[in-house]
């Protein structure tokens, strides 16, 4: 269940001053900001910029060089994500958050069927009754408009656009608070975007989500976000609410992005 009793003015996600260096290289510098219940947040910005890295960092697979990242758990009590173990750690992968990868194979089993990619979830939070899982299974895969006489098919036999919607229902069958995404509609045709930028848009606001959406495509980011951070060479020079920052870009740089002069 979506846990009502957090009060949307005390943050989901707070970072602190992040920094992540490869070697010399500054992917991310000092980069500090709070999520709060239901917010979506997009990171945009060129390729290499530092987006994908500064996503990891949130969703603690990667720690960071300097800064922390915590997290409000379910029982209220704020945590800073370096200090979780092993199991606090796997049990927010595995209830309360989703993470959605550009490449489905990253986040989905290719070779089981699209049944077992979605039951899975639920066996990991304790269901054990078969005809449970299935029903529950087969009822997210028409939520996300996947015919349910394909439940017993391998996403392997899916196109992109399929696949991406059956790791968007693995992900939310959990009834996570917070999803990651990282450029989620990326390999994918336009129309076939189209259509699932929709779809997301609708489970999110129905859901009452948070989530951190990296794209370079800033209408993903308009469709999808209320709340946007520009990321300018690991460093954010902008944020603000979506509909300001693409409308009335102050930087020079979200100017040339929001021209579309820069290169994905
Ligand atoms: N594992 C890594 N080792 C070394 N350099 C990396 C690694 N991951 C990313 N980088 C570098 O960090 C910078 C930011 O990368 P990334 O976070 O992937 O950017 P984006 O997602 O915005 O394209 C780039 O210069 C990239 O080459
Ligand atoms: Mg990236």
Known sequence: MLDRTIPADQPLLVAEHLSKSYGRLQACRDISFKLYPGEVLAIVGESGSGKSTLLQMLSAQLAPSTGTVSYRMRDGVLRD???????????LFRTDWGYVHQDPAQGLRMAVSAGANVGERLMAVGWNHYGKIRDTASSWLS?????????????????????QRLQIARNLVTEPRLMFM????????????????????GLVTELGL????????????????HRVMVMQ??????????????????EPYTQLLVASILPA
Do not use: C, K, N, W
């Open 81 to 91: 994500l370096a200090a979780l173990g092993e199991a606090e750690r796997r049990f």
């Open 143 to 163: 939520r996300v408009e996947i015919a349910q006489d394909r439940i017993d098919d391998a996403p392997r036999t899916y196109s992109g656009g399929m696949r």
């Open 182 to 201: 990282d450029e989620p509609t990326g390999g994918l045709d336009v129309s076939v975007q189209a259509r699932l930028l929709d779809l997301l848009r």
């Open 210 to 225: 948070a989530a951190v959406v990296v794209t370079h495509d800033l209408a993903v980011a308009r469709l999808l976000s």
């Open 233 to 250: 060479g690991g460093r954010v020079i902008e944020t603000g609410l979506t509909d300001q920052v693409l409308d009335d870009p102050h």
